[in-house]
């Protein structure tokens, strides 16, 4: 069997566990590594029933994360998926501390799923976990492996062999993984403000992927775009659906994902002061995001070409991504236009993922490629869906609901959207905005870790919320609530606000108050 058949096997592999749930024992997942991928597939079902009772057994970590609810489907999702969550941390192994990140029992983490696991691992208290897995990623990157790292870490701190890596020239590689961890990385500096993140092993990672990556894999080609080619094979696929390995030159994932990877780079080199290249980087992102805007629309059709093909043209015909994350990604990364370019996109979302109850037992795209929708119609203030999509993500009925990605993004979601934690860019600041629907009267999200800082948030109606400050130094809060108002009560007193408008376009109302140790503040409509 050739490397590309076994790599053409993973791929279909990885299709026939879609119904597979549970994490593997340890020592069942090593001997898959050495085994036919033709046997695995036939000894997979043999394992669930004992791996079950290992999980149970198994001490996982505490984390002070709590939430409440007057809407009890959130508080029974949140608390199956804390759980859930902290059954697939490890500790002790030579990798450092670490959770499971990818197809469960391979006991390993994958740079996409790691990327976007990280915000929940963060809500619950895996600052350490996460910095110490982005680290793994960054020193692995070497000019030997085209300026790429290892898709995948096993718990040995070793690239994931057989399945995808046999040496430095000959392994699985999705162009977008790179700058999803540069994202990443980002994030999590701005969740926990830990300066590890501007060392010299984080930097030099940022560097040579903003730079030589993208010389190596444009392939030469100036116009910035890094490019699958046909002699690429599995190696710099231009798009993390891997089905189109073969159809897919450039797809909108990865534009989406270089996008974003400079917009992080020129956020860091300026807090760095580091203006020059801040400026630099901010002019590449803005020029990758006018040309996605401006050639990649179709206007005939009020959507978005999904790539362009091996040919270098754009086809309305071009076979349909699994997951769609043609559409997802450039709407989670922030590259669409405002306005009707991106409403339109949101619109095609609600209409190829149906959000109801049928959904939960046969869904387009898995739960990797759904897993995201949550984060975007929240980002963008689309709150219904985004509860329903969140909801369909936390039912006992929801088919590979053990999948890692699953829980932890259910955490993340609940904290960053409905409750609308976040960082601020500036340092010491917290910033909060109520996503309720009517499906929820009140939530309230506690011991949630800030940079220095521990929080306990409620929001009631979206039109009243409460922030105590439980641990650290005094705070700066931006308390904001959906509508264009012209003062809100706070404390109950009546003060001016300011106003501005969201990423989705809708107004917003602010203000910015100091919370001291140990106070709670409360804001009201």
Known sequence: MTREDVFSSRRKLLRSLAGVTLSLPASFSRALSWRPIADISRSISLSLSSHAADLAETNSPESALEFDSSNSTLVRGFQWAKRQALAYVRNGDPVGPWYEATLPGRNAFCMRDVSHMSTGAQLLGLGTTNRNMLRRFAEHISASKKWCTWWEITREGKPLAQIDYNNDRDFWYDLPGSFDVVDACYRQWLWTRDRTYLDDVFLKYYYHTVTDYVEQWGHNDKDGFLEHLSQDGHMGIATYDEDLVDDVLVGADLIAAQYRAYCCY??????????????????????????????????????????????????KDLKASVGHLDIELPLYFGLTDRGIKTQAA??????????????????????????????????????????????VMMSPFLKRREYPEVSYTSIGNLGTGLMGIRPSLSPGMVETFPQLTEDTNWASMSHVPVGSNVIFVKHTQNRETA????????????????????????????????????????????IVLQVEPGETRVASL
Not at 281 to 301: G, P, V
Not at 356 to 371: C, F, K, L, P, Q
Request: with cysteine.
């Open 467 to 510: 922030l105590s400050n439980e641990q650290g130094p005094a705070l700066s809060w931006r308390v904001s609530f959906p509508g264009d108002v012209k003062s809100l009560v706070i404390d109950g007193k009546e003060t001016l606000v300011e106003k501005a408008i969201r990423q989705g376009g809708a107004a917003e109302s602010y």
């Open 346 to 391: 949101l619109d095609a979302l609600e209409r190829l993922l149906p959000l109801d109850e049928n959904a939960i037992h046969g869904m387009i795209g898995g739960v990797e490629g759904r897993a995201y929708l949550p984060d975007i119609f929240y980002q963008y203030g689309r709150s219904r869906s985004g509860y329903k999509s969140l909801v």
């Open 266 to 315: 020129a956020a860091i080199q300026h807090a760095r002061n580091q203006l020059a290249t801040a400026q630099q980087f901010t002019n590449k992102a803005e020029n990758l995001k006018s040309i996605y805007n401006r050639k990649w629309w179709d206007a005939s059709r009020n959507c978005y070409y999904a790539a362009v093909g091996e040919d270098g043209k754009f086809h």
